[in-house]
């Protein structure tokens, strides 16, 4: 059982690139969330989908676009990748439902991403 | 919004001591609290999940307890071991399915 799984780990782009960064999850869960996580800066929700086919923005979501491929997959990509996206992003799910929140947050590894 | 807090930022205590780690939040209509730990380096793995209605939790070494009217939470680990050190993380859920992180304490136990 892998769990939540993140491609690639480490990433460097030049400013004005772009690049997705995959997350998967085989838990069947509904939930699942992209975060970036910076120096005295905590763990801050970029967008999540609180179920397939539904996407919803989070505390930080500018520069960033998600797609929720399907129930286990949920990408999120940088359109054009500035400095300021310099940062470590994890995905994360949770089996809660729209409606019916709680359950356990999961993680996965994490992916480091410089942007120079 | 919701806003939470974890104090003290970093924490370095002697091999065996018991010790608290605090966490506040702002808003009380929350769901759930989870702890996590994290390693340097490393993803978030969660040590223990308390429900609205629940009071406390236990795992191990480990007692989390909730107090939602006051909107706090503190973790407890007994007699600490190095293998402890690492940074602990409080989250809470409310309405809307969002999770609310506290910055962390991080923790050292030295030998």
């Known amino acids: 059982n892998a769990g939540v799984t993140q491609t690639p780990k480490f990433q460097v782009l030049k400013t004005g690139q772009s690049m997705t960064l995959q997350c998967a999850q085989d838990?069947?869960?509904?939930?699942m969330y992209w975060y970036r996580q910076d120096p005295g800066m905590g763990l801050r929700l970029i967008y999540y989908?609180?179920?397939?086919?539904?996407?919803d923005k989070g505390e930080v979501p500018n520069g960033y676009n998600v797609s929720r491929l399907n129930k286990r997959e949920f990408s999120l990509r940088l359109e054009s990748a500035a400095p300021s996206q310099t940062s470590v992003y994890f995905c994360?799910?949770?089996?809660?439902?729209?409606?019916?929140?709680?359950?356990?947050?999961?993680f996965g590894p994490g992916t480091r991403l410089t942007v120079t | 919004k919701q806003e939470v807090t974890q104090i003290p930022a970093a924490l370095s205590v002697p091999e065996g001591e018991n010790l608290v780690l605090n966490c506040s939040f702002t808003?009380?209509?929350?769901?759930?609290l989870q702890w996590f730990r994290q390693d340097p380096g490393k993803g978030l793995t969660s040590l223990l999940l308390?429900?609205?209605?629940?009071r406390e939790q236990t795992s191990g070494r480990l007692n989390a307890s909730l107090d939602k009217s006051s909107g706090r939470s503190t973790l407890y680990i007994a007699a600490s071991q190095p293998g402890d050190s690492a940074t602990y993380l409080c989250?809470?859920?409310?309405?809307?399915?969002?999770?609310?992180f506290g910055t962390g304490t991080s923790l050292t136990v030295i030998p």
């Open positions: 989250a809470v859920i409310g309405s809307g399915n969002q999770f609310y």
């Open positions: 989908s609180a179920s397939e086919g539904t996407t």
């Open positions: 308390i429900q609205s209605s629940q």
């Open positions: 994360a799910s949770s089996p809660s439902q729209r409606g019916v929140a709680g359950y356990e947050q999961y």
């Open positions: 838990m069947n869960h509904n939930s």
């Open positions: 808003d009380s209509a929350i769901y759930n």
